[in-house]
């Protein structure tokens, strides 16, 4: 008796138009959430708490130091941490010019915001990167681990400042966003702003999972 071989049907090109619309389809809305979603993902924000200070991420001025400002005044902390860069300062050198600091800016926006300078503090280590700012906040903390602090920045930064502390803090890190800050979760991609914010952080998510493997230049 002979048994009959079934030989599998060779895929028509409409089959093969269907999957191509099917894997078309699956695209677009995975498109379509990542528009929709992405924008409010990258937003965290904890309750507030007593801390030992409230630390301001560099950038954002004057939005993250008004909300620093406004922590302070509620309580939650005696001291304000501010960070500082010499990028700028070391590129202009050359040329003669004296490039005052933006934690120069932030210091006269919190005393006019009537915090006082004694509650003001400068973080001795220059910075170059967010990496860079929260391990020279952790350092501030005390090594027992027991520290906690409050960070501000702005929105679309707090996912991934939550991200890299888990990687370079110690004790507990308060995550705060901007309420100043003009990013719009919902709709991120209706002006050029938002949409680089988006891309920015992303890419810097990816890169802090990855293990950092780059670094700024």
């Known amino acids: ?15 093969r138009l269907k999957i191509a619309l099917v894997a078309i389809i699956v695209l677009l809305l995975l498109a379509f959430l990542f528009l929709r979603y992405v924008g409010r993902w990258l937003v965290v924000e904890d309750p507030l708490e007593k801390a030992q200070a409230i630390a301001v991420l560099s950038g954002g001025l004057p939005e993250r130091v008004l909300a620093a400002a406004e922590i302070y005044h509620a309580g939650f902390a005696p001291q304000i941490w501010l960070t500082y860069s010499n990028v700028t300062d070391s590129a202009l050198a050359p ?26 503090q400068v973080l001795p280590e220059s910075i170059r990167n967010t990496a860079d700012e929260l391990t020279e906040i952790a350092a501030a903390l005390p090594a027992d681990r027991s520290g ?21 803090g110690r004790g507990r890190a308060i995550v705060r966003p901007s309420p100043g800050d003009s990013f719009d979760p919902a709709h991120w991609w209706h002006n050029t702003h938002d949409a680089l914010d988006v891309v920015r952080e992303c890419l810097g998510l990816l890169n802090a999972w990855a293990g950092l493997p780059l670094h700024s230049s």
Do not use: C
């Not at 071989?5 to 060779?10: D, I, K, S, W």
């Not at 010019?97 to 300078?117: K, R, T």
């Not at 409050?150 to 991934?160: F, N």
């Open 1 to 15: 008796m002979i048994v009959p071989v079934n030989f599998p049907r060779r895929k028509t090109p409409y089959h």
């Open 95 to 120: 040329l003669g010019v004296h490039f005052y600091g933006e934690e120069i800016y932030d210091q006269q926006v919190l005393v006019h915001e009537g915090v006082p300078a004694a509650a003001i």
């Open 148 to 168: 906690v602090v409050i960070i501000v920045t702005s929105k679309a930064h707090t996912r991934r400042v939550r991200t890299l502390w888990n990687r370079f």
